[in-house]
Structures are given as structure tokens and as C-alpha cells.
């Protein structure tokens, strides 16, 4: 495992940093952390170390008093003198919630009060808060593997078996990978009393009922992805966007181009002759002449599967992300040369300006004429068989014994994507390769937890809607530690939590249509992007790349179970895998059956190329 000594930050973007707490006990802790030049220390009122790690100088706002300190780090354009005011008046750290709630951006919130420590990350989950007892005192981190590195700790075997189901279901895919590192769910803030050992954890955020009429929420969605967009492009200079021709890069590439920056918008054809995203970003681009198009050789981008043996960024847990990462990297090399200062992406619109047709469960019961006509559209238009629609809809099992079931069914085919779409969500399933010891394992968590289970909201589309947020952002956290790593950091703005907040609160009905394609976006943007670009109903999906990526990268798959660190633990069979690997063509996987099990595979190699993992 990684030494403190040599960790390089996991924490969204560049920066990285742990919290203390506030007692004398803390010193031996605080001699753990790392010691590069470029970390920085922020202390308690009382002089002892509070904040320890690295950013720079815009990503941190301070305020101290003499029995109070703040700090946001990250992005949020708050002003110093505002911050200083609140420190000034805060008496209880419950009273940050409505701070938290109102602030834009994406960042974590830190505070000290009269000994006693809050830390939070976002809602989304982009930035997310772990804590551990190191040397006998509760400290928190912003990245898993940094905890881990201060108390010596290897993954823990049951938490990776987990990892290889697909998909990973709430709340097993919030737990922590690392042995005595426990993760803070999205939403809630970490308490650290000022003894240094007693901790908790309060909520500070929950979704908006999803009551508004799309006219009066789509004005305030807009409003908030303005803002978001604004928060990273007001310092001016050069900042790039993607422009892929559909509605969620194109809606922020306009946005940034109302801005003091300067805007490189960059293109990355597919090869796939029936791509249209050429076609559509050049007609975004068309009304944009203040902006530098940049369209990529699409035979130069990497395809999927690219340099997986190379892997060595710095990763505090397994991500699906590593099939894509050559790809979402590639181009940002180039944009630096010319200049960009930081990429925006419109990852999170597919989550945001449309939602989870698992809405229509409680839709039927409440209003079953309108919900029946608008089930038969998505019918049609998903090609769902009316078996699957109609036992998935009378299926009102609550969600820990939904889970519990699902324990008891890993090994069975695939359900229709239906069962999925109008569940709880889409029954999670392990691959013939995986060992029946890593079975066994699985199962034992999955009873374990389902006994206690939640879901993220009572109504299943909501679950739903909260539930795939928090899986995009988990990968796109690790993505934005590679893109600063790469020399130009990532930032996506739909992600940010106040435009989260007003999606959702959006009536279902009006976001998720078969009638109308993002019916809320194209209205919240509607008279900042053209028309003629609002009206695109297409989405590319690049599966020839995923297929290409197979035939041409089955060497590096063959390699990488040669050696499988999940082998020598006996959670897969390395000789099915290298059979997988010698016939690329095999039905089934260019559905992404294999991407849980290679994510864990590179994150272990990337562990041993950092230092060791003790596998």
C-alpha cells in the first residue's frame, strides 16, 4: 500500500487534505501526514493543526475568529468578508446546514468551533469525506488511501468481492475498499468532538420534493447551471468545454461562451460512420464565433481498454472509469498548449435533465390513466416486454428486502432492462469467472446490510435518480484527480449541488417523457442555446469503440489475468478469464460485463506500482 510519504492526493481535482481534531492527543497523528514541500497547514483558533494537505490559492477561502474557523476548499466563489461574517456569528455547527445549502459550486466545508470539528463534502458525492482512528484520535480525509496510508491498512478482500458485482447496488457501493477506513455518506457532515476520539454524523441535505411545474423549475435549473458554469469561468483566461453536438456539453459550451473567459470548444469525433456528434457540434459551433473549435483525428482517440497494463494514478478505490480513462484524457495535453486553464465537461446532464422511469411505480397508483398511456410510449420506444413492465410494476417489495433477495439470486441470468428501469434498480449480478468463495463473501455482505438497508428515498424513481448520481460522480471524482495529475483540471458543473437541487424538484412527469427528449433542459436553455441545436433527439454511444477496444487490446486483457492480483486471492479464475480474453467476440461483452472485474484488477496493479498492497 501506498506510503504517506509518497501520496500524491486521490481527492477530487489536485487537492487533497485531512482534518484533525482539535486536542492535544492529535500531534501524533499530525506527524504522520505527508511532509512535501507544496502541503499546507491551517490551524484550530487554540494554534494546533487543523487542516493538513495541498491546494491552491483559489481553491481554499478562509475565516478565522477567536473561537471559530472556516474553510471551503474547492470551487465556490463565496467572498472572503461573507465567510468571515458567518464565522462570526456561528455559535452551533448545525447552523452550517443552511450555509452548506445555499453556497454554489462543488467543495467541502470545514469548521471548527470551540474545540469541536465539522466536515462535509457535497450531496452528489463528487466530494466525498472518510475517517479513520489514527494513532488513538478520529482523523478525516478527503481520500480513502491517504487514511489508509497513516494506519498501515490493506484492502479488505470482502469490500473488493463486493466490487465485483455488476452493478454494486446502495449501500455496498458506498463502503469503503480499505480495512478501519469508513466512508461518510453523501449529505451527511462528520462531527469530531474535541476529545478527538468521539465522532458522529448529522444530515445535512435531502432532495427537494419533486413538485414543480417544468415552467417554473426549468428557469431555476438554468439559473443553476449558470451559476455552476460562471463559478469556474469568471477569472477569465482560457478554459475549453466539451462539444460533443448533444444537448448537455453544447448547453454548457454556450454558458462559457457569456463569460470573461476565452473558450476552446473541443470535438472528438466517433468512428463510427453513424455518429452524428460532427454534424451536431458544428452546428453549435456555427453560432458561436467567439469560440475556437477544436476537432480531434477521431482515428488518433484511444479506443476503450486502452493502456490498462500502464495505470499507476493515485486511486482510493476501484473505478469503472479505467476503460475510458486513455480517452477522457487524451485531448487535455493538447488543449494546455493551447492555454486552457481548465476543462468543463457535460457529464451529469444525462442525470439531470432527465431522470428514472422507475417514477411511473408510484405514478400508476396515484395517477393510473396518465401513467398507463405514458408506459405504453416507453414501451415502444425501449422495446419492453409487457411481462417484464407489468410483474416489475405489481412488485412492491420495500427496498432491504429487495436487496436480501437479490443476495439470493447472483448466479441467475440477466433480467430484462425493464426490471431495472421501473424497479429499485437493476438486480445486481456476478460473472461465471468469479470464484464461489467470492460468492460466499458477497452474499455475506449483501445479507448483512440488506438487514438494515435503506433506500435514498422512499419513492423508486428518486432512489433511482439519487442512486446513479452517486455512482457517475464516484467515477468522475477519480477522473478529475487523472485530469489535474495530466496538467489540466476537469470540473462538471451539472453536478454541482444546487443544479442537482433544482432537477430534481421538478414533477417526474414533465422530466422523463417518451413524448419529448430532455424536455427540461431544452427548456431551462431555450434562448441561450439556438433552437436548432435544442432540437436534437440523437445520442452517440460509441460502441464500436468498446468493440474495437476488445479485438485490438485482447493482448493487455491476456496480460493483465496472467498476474491477477484478484487471482492470488481467490476471488476469480484467471484461466476463464484468459479464455474471455482470447475471444473478444463473445456474446455478452460488449455489454460491459467485464468492466467491474478489470476495475478491480487495475486499481490492485496500480496499488503495487504505488508501493505495495500486500496482495
Same mark, same amino acid.
Given at each position: 500500500?501506498?506510503?504517506?510519504?509518497?501520496?500524491?492526493?486521490?481527492?477530487?481535482?489536485?487537492?487533497?487534505?485531512?482534518?484533525?481534531?482539535?486536542?492535544?492527543?492529535?500531534?501524533?497523528?499530525? $506527524?504522520?501526514?505527508?511532509?512535501?514541500?507544496?502541503?499546507?497547514?491551517?490551524?484550530?483558533?487554540? +494554534?494546533?493543526?487543523?487542516?493538513?494537505?495541498?491546494?491552491?490559492?483559489?481553491?481554499?477561502?478562509?475565516?478565522?475568529?477567536?473561537?471559530?474557523?472556516?474553510?471551503?476548499?474547492?470551487?465556490?466563489?463565496?467572498?472572503?468578508?461573507?465567510?468571515?461574517?458567518?464565522?462570526?456569528?456561528?455559535?452551533?455547527?448545525?447552523?452550517?446546514?443552511?450555509?452548506?445549502?445555499?453556497?454554489?459550486?462543488?467543495?467541502?466545508?470545514?469548521?471548527?468551533?470551540?474545540?469541536?470539528?465539522?466536515?462535509?463534502?457535497?450531496?452528489?458525492?463528487?466530494?466525498?469525506?472518510?475517517?479513520?482512528?489514527?494513532?488513538?484520535?478520529?482523523?478525516?480525509?478527503?481520500?480513502?488511501?491517504?487514511?489508509?496510508?497513516?494506519?498501515?491498512?490493506?484492502?479488505?478482500?470482502?469490500?473488493?468481492?463486493?466490487?465485483?458485482?455488476?452493478?454494486?447496488?446502495?449501500?455496498?457501493?458506498?463502503?469503503?475498499?480499505?480495512?478501519?477506513?469508513?466512508?461518510?455518506?453523501?449529505?451527511?457532515?462528520?462531527?469530531?468532538?474535541?476529545?478527538?476520539?468521539?465522532?458522529?454524523?448529522?444530515?445535512?441535505?435531502?432532495?427537494?420534493?419533486?413538485?414543480?411545474?417544468?415552467?417554473?423549475?426549468?428557469?431555476?435549473?438554468?439559473?443553476?447551471?449558470?451559476?455552476?458554469?460562471?463559478?469556474?469561468?469568471?477569472?477569465?483566461?482560457?478554459?475549453?468545454?466539451?462539444?460533443?453536438?448533444?444537448?448537455?456539453?453544447?448547453?454548457?459550451?454556450?454558458?462559457?461562451?457569456?463569460?470573461?473567459?476565452?473558450?476552446?470548444?473541443?470535438?472528438?469525433?466517433? $468512428?463510427?460512420?453513424?455518429?452524428?456528434?460532427?454534424?451536431?457540434?458544428?452546428?453549435?459551433?456555427?453560432?458561436?464565433?467567439?469560440?475556437?473549435?477544436?476537432?480531434?483525428?477521431?482515428?488518433?482517440?484511444?479506443?476503450?481498454?486502452?493502456?490498462?497494463?500502464?495505470?499507476?494514478?493515485?486511486?482510493?478505490?476501484?473505478?469503472?472509469?479505467?476503460?475510458?480513462?486513455?480517452?477522457?484524457?487524451?485531448?487535455?495535453?493538447?488543449?494546455?498548449?493551447? +492555454?486552457?486553464?481548465?476543462?468543463?465537461?457535460?457529464?451529469?446532464?444525462?442525470?439531470?435533465?432527465?431522470?428514472?422511469?422507475?417514477?411511473?411505480?408510484?405514478?400508476?397508483?396515484?395517477?393510473?390513466?396518465?401513467?398507463?398511456?405514458?408506459?405504453?410510449?416507453?414501451?415502444?420506444?425501449?422495446?419492453?416486454?409487457?411481462?417484464?413492465?407489468?410483474?416489475?410494476?405489481?412488485?412492491?417489495?420495500?427496498?432491504?428486502?429487495?436487496?436480501?433477495?437479490?443476495? +439470493?439470486?447472483?448466479?441467475?441470468?440477466?433480467?430484462?432492462?425493464?426490471? &431495472?428501469?421501473?424497479?429499485?434498480?437493476?438486480?445486481?449480478?456476478?460473472?461465471?469467472?468469479?470464484?464461489?468463495?467470492?460468492?460466499?463473501?458477497?452474499?455475506?455482505?449483501?445479507?448483512?446490510?440488506?438487514?438494515?438497508?435503506?433506500?435514498?428515498?422512499?419513492?423508486?424513481?428518486?432512489?433511482?435518480?439519487?442512486?446513479?448520481?452517486?455512482?457517475?460522480?464516484?467515477?468522475?471524482?477519480?477522473?478529475?484527480?487523472?485530469?489535474?495529475?495530466?496538467?489540466?483540471?476537469?470540473?462538471?458543473?451539472?453536478?454541482?449541488?444546487?443544479?442537482?437541487?433544482?432537477?430534481?424538484?421538478?414533477?417526474?412527469?414533465?422530466?422523463?417523457?417518451?413524448?419529448?427528449?430532455?424536455?427540461?433542459?431544452?427548456?431551462?436553455?431555450?434562448?441561450?442555446?439556438?433552437?436548432?441545436?435544442?432540437?436534437?433527439?440523437?445520442?452517440?454511444?460509441?460502441?464500436?469503440?468498446?468493440?474495437? &477496444?476488445?479485438?485490438?487490446?485482447?493482448?493487455?486483457?491476456?496480460?493483465?489475468?496472467?498476474?491477477?492480483?484478484?487471482?492470488?486471492?481467490?476471488?476469480?479464475?484467471?484461466?476463464?478469464?484468459?479464455?474471455?480474453?482470447?475471444?473478444?467476440?463473445?456474446?455478452?461483452?460488449?455489454?460491459?460485463?467485464?468492466?467491474?472485474?478489470?476495475?478491480?484488477?487495475?486499481?490492485?496493479?496500480?496499488?503495487?506500482?504505488?508501493?505495495?498492497? +500486500?496482495?
Amino acid at each position: 500500500m501506498p506510503s504517506s510519504h509518497d501520496y500524491a492526493g486521490t481527492g477530487c481535482g489536485g487537492a487533497y487534505f485531512a482534518v484533525l481534531p482539535d486536542c492535544g492527543g492529535a500531534s501524533a497523528a499530525a $506527524r504522520r501526514l505527508p511532509r512535501h514541500p507544496d502541503v499546507r497547514t491551517l490551524d484550530h483558533p487554540s +494554534g494546533r493543526p487543523w487542516i493538513t494537505g495541498s491546494w491552491t490559492d483559489d481553491e481554499c477561502v478562509t475565516a478565522t475568529t477567536r473561537r471559530a474557523a472556516l474553510a471551503v476548499v474547492g470551487c465556490c466563489p463565496v467572498d472572503p468578508d461573507v465567510l468571515q461574517r458567518h464565522a462570526e456569528r456561528l455559535d452551533d455547527l448545525a447552523g452550517l446546514d443552511t450555509l452548506a445549502r445555499t453556497l454554489p459550486g462543488s467543495f467541502h466545508l470545514v469548521a471548527s468551533l470551540d474545540g469541536r470539528v465539522r466536515i462535509q463534502g457535497t450531496a452528489s458525492g463528487l466530494r466525498l469525506v472518510f475517517h479513520a482512528n489514527v494513532a488513538g484520535v478520529t482523523v478525516a480525509a478527503t481520500a480513502a488511501d491517504l487514511l489508509a496510508s497513516l494506519i498501515g491498512t490493506d484492502p479488505d478482500p470482502r469490500e473488493l468481492a463486493v466490487r465485483l458485482l455488476w452493478p454494486v447496488p446502495h449501500p455496498l457501493s458506498e463502503a469503503s475498499v480499505w480495512q478501519g477506513v469508513t466512508t461518510v455518506p453523501p449529505g451527511e457532515a462528520l462531527h469530531l468532538a474535541s476529545d478527538g476520539r468521539t465522532m458522529r454524523t448529522s444530515r445535512w441535505w435531502t432532495p427537494p420534493e419533486p413538485v414543480q411545474p417544468l415552467a417554473v423549475g426549468a428557469p431555476l435549473v438554468r439559473q443553476a447551471l449558470a451559476e455552476a458554469v460562471d463559478a469556474r469561468t469568471r477569472q477569465g483566461g482560457v478554459v475549453s468545454c466539451d462539444l460533443s453536438g448533444g444537448l448537455d456539453s453544447t448547453s454548457v459550451c454556450f454558458l462559457a461562451d457569456r463569460s470573461p473567459a476565452r473558450v476552446l470548444a473541443s470535438t472528438w469525433p466517433g $468512428r463510427d460512420p453513424a455518429d452524428d456528434d460532427l454534424e451536431w457540434a458544428k452546428r453549435a459551433a456555427d453560432h458561436l464565433p467567439d469560440v475556437e473549435h477544436v476537432v480531434w483525428d477521431a482515428d488518433d482517440s484511444p479506443l476503450v481498454y486502452t493502456d490498462l497494463l500502464d495505470i499507476d494514478d493515485p486511486m482510493d478505490e476501484p473505478t469503472i472509469g479505467v476503460m475510458d480513462r486513455a480517452r477522457v484524457l487524451h485531448h487535455l495535453p493538447g488543449l494546455g498548449e493551447r +492555454g486552457s486553464r481548465l476543462h468543463l465537461t457535460g457529464i451529469g446532464g444525462d442525470h439531470i435533465a432527465w431522470c428514472s422511469e422507475a417514477y411511473y411505480h408510484r405514478l400508476l397508483r396515484r395517477r393510473p390513466l396518465f401513467a398507463l398511456r405514458q408506459l405504453r410510449g416507453f414501451k415502444v420506444l425501449f422495446d419492453w416486454p409487457l411481462t417484464g413492465m407489468a410483474r416489475t410494476l405489481a412488485d412492491s417489495r420495500p427496498y432491504g428486502r429487495w436487496l436480501a433477495d437479490a443476495a +439470493g439470486h447472483l448466479r441467475a441470468p440477466f433480467p430484462p432492462t425493464v426490471t &431495472g428501469a421501473l424497479g429499485w434498480s437493476a438486480p445486481p449480478r456476478l460473472f461465471d469467472w468469479v470464484t464461489p468463495e467470492a460468492e460466499g463473501l458477497v452474499r455475506e455482505a449483501m445479507t448483512e446490510r440488506a438487514a438494515t438497508a435503506r433506500p435514498l428515498h422512499p419513492d423508486r424513481g428518486l432512489h433511482a435518480d439519487l442512486e446513479a448520481i452517486r455512482d457517475c460522480t464516484r467515477v468522475v471524482r477519480l477522473w478529475d484527480g487523472m485530469a489535474a495529475r495530466a496538467g489540466v483540471p476537469m470540473a462538471s458543473p451539472f453536478f454541482d449541488d444546487r443544479v442537482i437541487e433544482a432537477s430534481l424538484a421538478v414533477r417526474p412527469r414533465e422530466r422523463v417523457t417518451p413524448w419529448a427528449y430532455k424536455p427540461l433542459l431544452t427548456t431551462a436553455m431555450r434562448g441561450i442555446v439556438p433552437d436548432e441545436c435544442l432540437r436534437r433527439a440523437s445520442k452517440a454511444h460509441a460502441s464500436m469503440d468498446a468493440s474495437n &477496444g476488445l479485438r485490438e487490446h485482447r493482448g493487455d486483457l491476456l496480460a493483465l489475468w496472467d498476474d491477477s492480483h484478484l487471482a492470488r486471492m481467490g476471488l476469480v479464475d484467471r484461466e476463464a478469464l484468459r479464455a474471455l480474453a482470447r475471444r473478444p467476440a463473445t456474446p455478452g461483452l460488449q455489454d460491459a460485463i467485464l468492466y467491474s472485474t478489470i476495475a478491480c484488477e487495475v486499481w490492485l496493479r496500480s496499488l503495487t506500482r504505488r508501493g505495495g498492497c +500486500g496482495t
